[in-house]
């Protein structure tokens, strides 16, 4: 339980009081935040709207005047707000904050390549050899660009799949092991090919600046 440091009334842990409308200064999770069910899919409208409402609701300008326990916890729940709009609002950092809250977090480092890309990545790598070692860039460039719209699209084809499979897990119950596992093995393959799509567009930077 905690104390209203508007009202001093005395609730759980959540964004706003629940009395007066005062910012609590809570920890909670994202979706608590926002006064949702934990479901993997949204509608980012209603997220949207929500979080303007209530950053206008919890916003330090107008608590300003009021005590400085007021004041910090408006601040820190201005902050936490933010951060979870910008968590929720995105398919693939939802994921990855859902694996957070399962106690089972993406790795920041994907070094294994996914077997599932493993023929996309070699021959990229390969494309991205002969380009470097290329006296005329020309033609190498030519297969490298064709690559680069290959892992775009594929890119865009996961992250649709990603989505779609968000519905089945809620209906099933996303909090399984099977659906954890499932989620992360996605979210691997999507951060591998997001690394392999900057490495690639590294490279056509690099040849498009005159040295």
């Known amino acids: 339980m905690m104390q209203c440091p508007s009202c001093g009334r005395r609730q759980g842990p959540r964004l706003i009081c629940e009395n007066c ?19 993997l899919v949204l509608d980012t409208s209603t997220l949207e709207r929500v979080y303007h409402e209530r ?4 916003h330090p300008d107008r608590f300003a005047q009021g005590s400085a326990r007021l004041r910090d916890a408006s601040l820190r729940s201005t902050a936490l707000l933010t951060r979870s709009y910008r968590t929720l609002r995105d398919p693939i950092a939802r ?18 390549v996914p077997p599932a890309l493993a023929e996309l990545v070699f021959e990229t790598q390969e494309h991205l050899a002969e ?15 064709s690559a680069y719209a290959d892992i775009d699209a594929r890119l865009r084809a996961l992250v649709a799949e990603l989505e779609a499979r968000y519905a089945v897990w809620d209906a099933a119950g996303g909090e399984t092991s099977d ?8 979210l691997s393959e999507i951060a591998y090919l997001n690394t392999l799509r900057d490495d ?8 498009r600046t005159p040295s």
């Open 131 to 145: 380009l470097r070692g290329a006296s005329d860039p020309g033609a190498a460039r030519e297969s490298i660009e």
């Open 95 to 112: 994921g990855r904050y859902w694996l957070e809250l399962h106690g089972s977090p993406l790795g920041e480092r994907n070094n294994q």
């Open 55 to 58: 950053s206008r609701q919890i």
């Open 179 to 186: 659906a954890l596992a499932e989620l992360k093995r996605r």
């Open 200 to 207: 690639v567009d590294e490279t056509l930077d690099a040849l």
């Open 21 to 39: 409308s005062a910012p609590l200064g809570a920890e909670v999770d994202g979706f608590a935040a926002f006064s949702l069910p934990r479901k």
